[in-house]
C-alpha cells in the first residue's frame, strides 16, 4: 500500500471530510466526503451488476451519461437502497447539495452511498455539513478514511507514467471489505488522472482497468446494491491517451485498480490471509475465470486455507463445479509453488515447505485443468469465525 | 426425523456395518457397509455433476448401467476421490469383495466412499472387514452410523403408500454434512422400495424425486466429487408403479427424499437454524430456481440468520445477483410470514414478532420477485463460526 494521496496525486483535484452524524451511535466518526475537479472532468464509470441497484447508482449513472463532472460526493453510513422513491429524491438532493457547496450544477455531481440498506438517508445532515468541507490536496486522507465501513484501513494508490515525454499521474481510493465479490466487486473506487481522455477512451480504459481488478476479487460472494467505481479525467497535463501512449496508460490505471482491490481483499471482513489464484491450461478465457472466482468463492477452499491446510481437494472439486471444462487426469495443482496434485495423482510434499508456504503475505495457488492454453487470475481471502462475528452482529 | 428402519423398512432388503479402521485414529467406529437385496433389483442412480467425479461413482455408473443390483457397498473414512487408476481399481476391487461376501456377482454391486480426498482407498482393511458383516433387517441402525462422516446424527425416513389398495414401502438412509450443494447435493442417499419398477421408471422417479430434495438444499455451496443417490426397487409387494399409481409413488418417494435432504442441512456442519426460501413471482421456474438457491448460499444472508437478523436487504440483493429477472419496486419479502419489505419498500414490523420467528425450527422466507407466476423451493442453514472451526480443523 503506498503511502501516498489517492485521487489528488494527479493535478487539478482536491478533497476533504466531514463527520455527518450518518453512522448512527458515532457522531465524531467522518462519513461524508468530497472530490472537487478544478475543471470539468470527462468522466466513466462502473456501477454494480446486481438487479437490486441503490438510488446514488442510478442518479451517478445519469449523470456520467450526460456529460462532465466537477464533484463526487460520497456518504458511508447509509447506502441509500431498497429506499424506493424517496431515495432517488435524497441522491439527487444531495448532489445538489455538494452543487451548490462547490459551485457546481447538479448534473456535474456524482453521488455515492454505502452502508445499511433500506434505512432513509439522514439528508438533511449529510446537507447540512457540506458547507463545512474545505477540499484541499491533503484532503485525501479524511477522504479515504469517510467512506469506510467496516474496513479496517484507508485504501490509497497513485501510479507515475510518462506518456510522450511528460508524467501523467493516476490516483484512486477506494473501499470495500464485506460484499465482496465479481461482477463489479462491492466497492466504491473513485480514480483521478490528469491524462487528457474522451469520453469513450475513459469508458474503454476503465472497463479494462475494472476487469481485471475489482471484477476479479471476491471476500463472500456476495454483490452489493451499491457498487460503483468513477474514473475522472481532469487532463491538466496536456498529454492525451490515444496511439502510443494508450497501452501504457491503460496499463497504470490497472495497475492502481489492482492495488486497491488487492487491498481490498486483504482487508476482507474477518480476513488473516489473502490468496491468489492462478489458473492454467481452460479450455477459454471464460472457463479460465470461471474456475479461478469459483475457487476464491468457496467456502472449504476458504476455510482450508484458513486453517493452512493445502486441501487440493477441495481446491480441485471447486474447479470442477466451476462449468469449467476440466480434465482430472492431467489437472495440477501447485500452492505456493509447491506440487500437491500432479496430472492427475496427488504429490507428496515437505510438510515444512507447506507450511512455510501460509505464512507468506499472498498465498499462491495454481490450478492447470488440463484441457487447453487459456489462464485467469482472481483473488479471494480466507473464512475466519470472525467474518461469521463481524456479520452475524451487523444490524439492519 | 422418523425413528424407522430406513433401507430395510421396505421388503427384501437387510443390512449391516462393521468397523474395518477406515477413519484413521478412531478404530472403533463403525465406516463399512453393506447393504443386500434377497434378490436382484432394479436399480437407479443420480451423481454428482462435478466434474472431478470419485472412482466409486464412476464403478457405479457402470454397473447401474448394467442391470439388477444385489448390494451396496459403502465406506467413511476415505473417499477415494482423485486417486487415479488406483482409485477405480480399488473401487472395483471393493465391490468385488462385497459381491464374494453376499453371493452376487461384482457387477450387481454398487460402491460408494466418503471422507477424505486424495488419500488411497484402505482396501485391504475393507476386503478383510466384510466378511464380519451380517445383514439383518435391524442392520439399518450401525448401516446409518456408518456411513457418517462429520454428521452429528443418522439420517433416517420412510413412507408407507397404499397403490391399488396394497401398501408399498420406501425407505431411505443418506448422510452428509458439508460439501452440500444444489447439483446432487454432496451427499450419500439410498433408498430402497418394494415397488415394482421397470428400469427407466426409476430413473425417472429418482430424478423427479432428487430435483426436488437433494438438488435442492444447500449448506456451503461446495459441490462434492463423491455425490451418489440409489433407488433399488425389489418389486417384493408385487405392485406395479404405472398408471395411476405413478403419481402417488413418485410423491412418496419424493417425501422420503426430501425428509432426508433436510435432516442434511439441519445437520449442516456447524448450523444452528434452517431456513426454508420459497420464491414465487419469477419470471420462470429456472429463474425461481436461481433465487432460491443463490439466498440459501449466500454468507451474507446465512450470516444474519445466524445473527436472527431479518435482514432482508442481502436477501433482495443475493436474488439481485442471482441472474433471476426482478422488479425491485414491486418485490417483496416475508420472513416468518412477517412482511418486511413490501413491493418496493421496507415496511415497520414488530421486533418481538421478528424476535419469535428465530426461534422457530424453521425459519421461512418468502420472496415475491414481481414479474411472473413461477415458484421455487430451496432449504438452507446458517453460517456460524463453528463452521469455520470444523473445516478450518479437517486434515487433507
Same mark, same amino acid.
Given at each position: 500500500m503506498s503511502a501516498g494521496r489517492g485521487v489528488t496525486f494527479a493535478r487539478g483535484f482536491t478533497a476533504g471530510a466531514t463527520a455527518a452524524g450518518v453512522k448512527h451511535g458515532d457522531a465524531g466518526r467522518l462519513d461524508v466526503a468530497l472530490l472537487v475537479a478544478e475543471r470539468p472532468c470527462v468522466a466513466a464509470a462502473a456501477f454494480t451488476r446486481n438487479q437490486v441497484i441503490a438510488a446514488p447508482c442510478v442518479v451517478t449513472r445519469r449523470h456520467v451519461a450526460r456529460g462532465p463532472l466537477r464533484a463526487v460526493v460520497v456518504n458511508s453510513g447509509n447506502a441509500n437502497a431498497c429506499t424506493g422513491e424517496q431515495g432517488e429524491h435524497d441522491a439527487l438532493a444531495m448532489a445538489a447539495a455538494a452543487a451548490q457547496a462547490v459551485g457546481a450544477r447538479t448534473e456535474e455531481v456524482a453521488v455515492a452511498s454505502t452502508g445499511v440498506i433500506g434505512i432513509p438517508l439522514p439528508l438533511d445532515r449529510i446537507v447540512r455539513s457540506l458547507p463545512r468541507i474545505r477540499p484541499t490536496v491533503e &484532503? *485525501?486522507? @479524511?477522504?479515504?478514511?469517510?467512506?469506510?465501513?467496516?474496513?479496517?484501513? @484507508?485504501? /490509497? !494508490?497513485?501510479?507515475? /507514467? *510518462?506518456l510522450r515525454g511528460a508524467p501523467v499521474r493516476i490516483g484512486g481510493i477506494a473501499k470495500g471489505a464485506g460484499m465482496i465479490h465479481p461482477d463489479m466487486a462491492t466497492l466504491l473506487a473513485f480514480v483521478t488522472t490528469d491524462a487528457r481522455l474522451d469520453t469513450a477512451g475513459a469508458q474503454r480504459a476503465l472497463r479494462s482497468a475494472v476487469d481485471a481488478s475489482f471484477n476479479a476479487i471476491s471476500v463472500d460472494g456476495d454483490t452489493s446494491t451499491?457498487?460503483?467505481?468513477? #474514473? #475522472?479525467?481532469?487532463? !491538466?497535463? &496536456?498529454? !492525451?491517451?490515444d496511439g502510443d501512449a494508450w497501452e501504457p496508460f491503460v496499463d497504470a490505471l490497472t495497475d492502481v485498480c489492482g492495488e486497491l482491490a488487492r487491498a481490498i481483499v486483504a482487508d476482507g471482513e474477518g480476513a488473516t490471509k489473502v490468496f491468489e489464484v492462478r489458473v492454467q491450461g481452460a479450455?477459454?478465457?471464460?472457463? !479460465?475465470?470461471a474456475a479461478a472466482r469459483t475457487i476464491t468463492t468457496s467456502n472449504l477452499v476458504k476455510t482450508a486455507i484458513h486453517g493452512a491446510d493445502p486441501n487440493w481437494g477441495r481446491i480441485l472439486a471447486a474447479a470442477g463445479r466451476s462449468g469449467a471444462r476440466l480434465d482430472q487426469r492431467r489437472a495440477s495443482v501447485r500452492i505456493g509453488g509447491v506440487d500437491v496434485f500432479s496430472r492427475g495423482s496427488p504429490s507428496t510434499w515437505d510438510a515444512n515447505e507447506v507450511r512455510a508456504v501460509f505464512e507468506r503475505a499472498t498465498i499462491e495457488i495454481d490450478v492447470d485443468l488440463g484441457v487447453g492454453d487459456a489462464t485467469a487470475k482472481a483473488w479471494g481471502c480466507d473464512l475466519s469465525a470472525e467474518y461469521v462475528h463481524i456479520n452475524a452482529d451487523y444490524t439492519t
Open positions: &484532503g *485525501w486522507d @479524511p477522504f479515504s478514511r469517510a467512506i469506510m465501513t467496516t474496513d479496517t484501513r @484507508p485504501k /490509497v !494508490a497513485e501510479r507515475e /507514467v *510518462w451499491n457498487d460503483t467505481a468513477l #474514473l #475522472l479525467a481532469s487532463g !491538466a497535463s &496536456g498529454i !492525451a491517451v479450455a477459454t478465457a471464460a472457463d !479460465a475465470l
